[in-house]
T-cell receptor, first 116, second 114 residues
Framework: AQKVTQAQTEISVVEKEDVTLDCVYE???????LFWYKQPPSGELVFLIR??????QNEISGRYSWNFQKSTSSFNFTITASQVVDSAVYFC?????????????FGGGTRLMVKP | TAGITQAPTSQILAAGRSMTLRCTQD?????MYWYRQDLGLGLRLIHY???????GKGEVPDGYSVSRANTDDFPLTLASAVPSQTSVYFC?????????????FGPGTRLTVT
């Protein structure tokens, strides 16, 4: 069965600090997809990024970067020069290609608080 | 574009009563989903539908039922609510039902069962 673990339940940083959110996953499939979603205080989940299991290239989008390492089953998310607007709950999620229901398995989430 | 709308925004429901949570999407997505969000557990899939006319069970389906009469609507029904169903419910959709597609989420319905 698939599983996603976000060991950090809450992180507090001061604005402009860099912060890394950890994500470790378990799956038996060789083809799978990893996602990060952001849930701001307003409550809606916002899609941030998707990676497939065959693409281990790191990705950078502005202040956001993602480090995917199959060897350690990790898909970590780094925010550089954090801002107050980054305060949110961040979820890592996994879906398996063979899953007929496209079930997203979510981690428990990491609450990030960025203080001014 | 509205995306996904959910109704009601919040509800307090007495145990044993029934209720239908509504979800409508205007993106013509084929697949739709219902999740519940509980503190520390992330989101867990209740039911899904890969296309109109078909539905399937997710990780936590007991006590819930769904229907998919058309592409746009995917209501979730609690036949006889229990306090453990107190949660925030999110409806989501994706273009296809494959693992590749990102899912788009509605604003959520906060349900309290007393």
């Amino acid at each position: 069965a698939q599983k996603v673990t976000q060991a950090q339940t809450e992180i507090s940083v001061v604005e402009k600090e860099d912060v890394t959110l950890d994500c470790v996953y378990e799956t038996r499939d060789t083809t799978y997809y990893l996602f990060w979603y952001k849930q701001p205080p307003s409550g809606e989940l916002v899609f941030l990024i998707r990676r497939n299991s065959f693409d281990e290239q790191n990705e950078i989008s502005g202040r956001y970067s993602w480090n995917f390492q199959k060897s350690t089953s990790s898909f970590n998310f780094t925010i550089t020069a954090s801002q107050v607007v980054d305060s949110a709950v961040y979820f890592c999620a996994l879906s398996e290609a063979e899953d007929a229901g496209n079930m997203l398995t979510f981690g428990g989430g990491t609450r990030l608080m960025v203080k001014p | 574009t509205a995306g996904i709308t959910q109704a009601p925004t919040s509800q307090i429901l007495a145990a044993g009563r029934s209720m239908t949570l509504r979800c409508t999407q205007d993106m013509r997505h084929n697949a739709m989903y219902w999740y519940r969000q509980d503190l520390g557990l992330g989101l867990r899939l209740i039911h899904y539908s890969n296309t109109a006319g078909t539905t399937g069970k997710g990780e936590v389906p007991d006590g819930y039922s769904v229907s998919r009469a058309n592409t746009d609507d995917f209501p979730l029904t609690l036949a006889s609510a229990v306090p453990s169903q107190t949660s925030v419910y999110f409806c989501a959709s994706s273009f296809t039902g494959t693992g590749y597609d990102e899912q788009y989420f509605g604003p959520g319905t906060r349900l309290t069962v007393t």
